[in-house]
Structures are given as structure tokens and as C-alpha cells.
């Protein structure tokens, strides 16, 4: 196939994110681990699959990084998950030394791709990558606000009943609890959410969906969610590869827009074949601008955080 992903870490995230672009075939996929056997057992499956499903997509599982050499797209997942009664910031130091490392393993072979970041903490994960590569930064993207959108769009379709293709939600901000899902850009195939939901269990989906990472993660036990991240991914590569200009959000370098400056923050983008070909502002209210600058403090105070504990 013309178009090449490669994903750095072939764990839930990793291996689910090519599941679901294998169903797309859209580019072949290769898949690599640092656990001996698994990458390679993954890939085998799930080539065995391809017959089953009728797609032509060469899926290669892999220790070795050039094999991932002239990648269009690289999705990095490697690192540790969160288990209960972690935050994604006790992550930190731990998943910041081993992205840095993939970061600049891939960035060796595959020097044009756009970088598509998963591991938590997101916001500064991606900041990493950024820093330790040198990319543009319409090359590197942190994948959340499709997610943290998608599971405030699946309680609104829980609770109203309504096709999940007609309910348009809009989260913002830092992948944490400090995200701001915007009441006032989110309908139902255009109405206001308030026509349909009334306010105390509006609020309580606003809620819901901050703590959505850690609800799954409360009932997993052993792991953070994996299906609904790496579906995002698979939707955020196919707008690249396919220069489709969709409008997602997604954390985006910003210099300046909404007053944020310096830090990987989770805004609506552009999404085409140079990874974000825009970034989109909304007219905010005071309120909401101000939900934002908490939340960007809180990124602000993660990334110092980080410089403090590694090189970068
Ligand atoms: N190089 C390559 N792969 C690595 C490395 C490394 N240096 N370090 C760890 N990995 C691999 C692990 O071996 C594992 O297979 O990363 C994989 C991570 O997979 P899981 O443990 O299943 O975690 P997952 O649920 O996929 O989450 C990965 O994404 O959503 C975030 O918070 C989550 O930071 C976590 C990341």
C-alpha cells in the first residue's frame, strides 16, 4: 500500500489502534515493542485476520525501528498505563524518559511523518516529543479531545437516545480533569443540549466526562481505556492521510491562541495531510476563557514540573 503507519508500542492502545485501521485500510502498519515475541504475534494474528475481513493490509509486528523507516504516520503509545489511584501526572518522569527515547528512535527513520502522541500525561507527552525531535509543530499532535468529545457525545446519546451522529460535543483543554467540555458550541443536530437535558443531568455528564478516563480505569483495574483512544487515532490518521480537512479537537502547539502560549493544549484543529493545517478559535465568554486558563495552568505547571525532573 502506498501509505505506512507505524505505532510505537503494541500494547492495548497500540494494537487496537491497528486493529482499527487495518478494518480501514487505509496504510500498511507496523507495529513495534520492546517485549520480545508480542509485536510479532499481534502482527501474525491479526494478518491471519485480514482474509476473514477481506482487506489487503501488510501488518508488520517488529523490535527493530528500521522497519519503520519512510513511516507517513507514527502513533506513539509506548509507555506505562494508569492503574487506579494513579493520576496520569504520577506517569510523568516515567513515560516522558521512554517517549523521548521512541521519539527520537522514529524521528531517525521517519524524519517527514506527523507524530501522533497517545501516552499520558498527553499534553506533556507531547510537548516531549516535540522538544526531543525538533518537529514543526503541525507535525506533532496529542490525541484527547476526540476521546474526551466522543464519551460526552456517548453519555448525551445514553441519556437523550438520540443517534450519536447527530450529537456534536466540543471538550477542550488539558487531557485531565481540568477539561472544559463547552456547553454552549455542543447540540444535537443543532439544538442546544439544554432543549433536550435538563440541567442537573447536563451537569452531571459534564462531570462524567472529566472523570471519564478514571471511570474506566476504576473498573478495569489492571489498565486505562484502550478502544475509544485508539479509535480517535485511527480517525486522526485518516483525516491526515487523506488531507481531509476535519475539524477534531486535538492538542495543538499553540503560541498564543486562546491567550495559551508555550504548551500542548487540547483546541479544535484543522486535520490534513501536514498534520494540523490550522488551528480554529472560538469567541469564548469570560467563563469559558476562564475554565481554559485553569486548565492551561495546570498543563503550564506539568510541563515545569517536567523540567525540573528531565533533560530536555
Ligand atoms: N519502546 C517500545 N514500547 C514500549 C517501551 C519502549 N521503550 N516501553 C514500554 N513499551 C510498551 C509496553 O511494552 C507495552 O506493550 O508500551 C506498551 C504500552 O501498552 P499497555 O501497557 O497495554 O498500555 P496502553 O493501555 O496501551 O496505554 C499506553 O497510552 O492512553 C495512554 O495512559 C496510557 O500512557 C498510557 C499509554
Not at 499520558?120 to 499532535?141: A, C, E, Q, S, W
Not at 477539561?179 to 455528564?205: F, T
Amino acid at each position: 500500500m502506498a501509505n505506512k503507519i507505524s505505532i510505537i508500542g503494541a500494547g492495548m492502545t497500540g494494537s487496537t489502534t491497528a486493529h482499527w485501521l487495518a478494518e480501514r485500510e487505509i496504510a500498511d502498519i507496523v507495529l513495534v515493542d520492546i517485549v520480545d515475541g508480542m509485536p510479532q504475534g499481534k502482527a501474525l494474528d491479526m494478518t491471519e485476520a485480514m482474509p476473514v475481513i477481506g482487506k489487503d493490509v501488510s501488518i508488520l509486528g517488529t523490535s527493530d525501528y528500521a522497519d519503520t523507516k519512510d513511516s507517513d504516520i507514527v502513533v506513539i503509545t509506548a509507555g506505562l498505563p494508569r492503574k487506579p489511584g494513579m493520576s496520569r501526572e504520577d506517569l510523568l518522569v516515567k513515560n516522558a524518559n521512554i517517549v523521548a527515547s521512541v521519539a527520537k528512535e522514529t524521528y531517525k527513520y521517519s524524519p517527514d511523518a506527523v507524530y501522533i502522541i497517545l501516552t499520558n500525561p498527553l499534553d506533556t507527552m507531547t510537548y516531549m516529543t516535540m522538544k526531543t525531535t525538533g518537529l514543526p509543530p503541525n507535525r506533532v499532535i496529542g490525541q484527547a479531545g476526540i476521546l474526551d468529545s466522543a464519551r460526552m457525545r456517548a453519555f448525551i446519546a445514553m441519556e437523550t437516545g438520540v443517534s450519536v451522529q447527530n450529537i456534536n460535543c466540543y471538550v477542550l483543554g488539558g487531557h485531565g480533569d481540568s477539561m472544559v467540555p463547552l456547553r454552549r458550541h455542543s447540540n444535537i443536530a443543532g439544538v442546544p443540549l439544554e432543549k433536550y437535558i435538563e440541567a442537573d443531568k447536563l451537569d452531571a455528564i459534564v462531570q462524567r466526562t472529566r472523570k471519564g478516563g478514571g471511570e474506566i480505569v476504576g473498573l478495569l483495574k489492571t489498565g486505562s481505556a484502550f478502544y475509544a483512544p485508539s479509535a480517535a487515532i485511527a480517525q486522526m490518521a485518516e483525516a491526515i492521510l487523506k488531507d481531509r480537512h476535519l475539524i477534531v479537537p486535538c492538542a495543538a502547539y499553540l503560541q498564543g491562541e486562546y491567550g495559551v502560549d508555550g504548551i500542548f493544549f487540547g483546541v479544535p484543529v484543522m486535520l490534513g495531510k501536514n498534520g494540523i493545517e490550522k488551528i480554529i478559535e472560538y469567541d469564548l465568554n469570560d467563563e469559558e476563557m476562564a475554565a481554559l486558563k485553569k486548565s492551561a495552568d495546570a498543563v503550564h505547571a506539568s510541563v515545569e514540573t517536567l523540567k525540573t525532573l528531565v533533560e530536555i
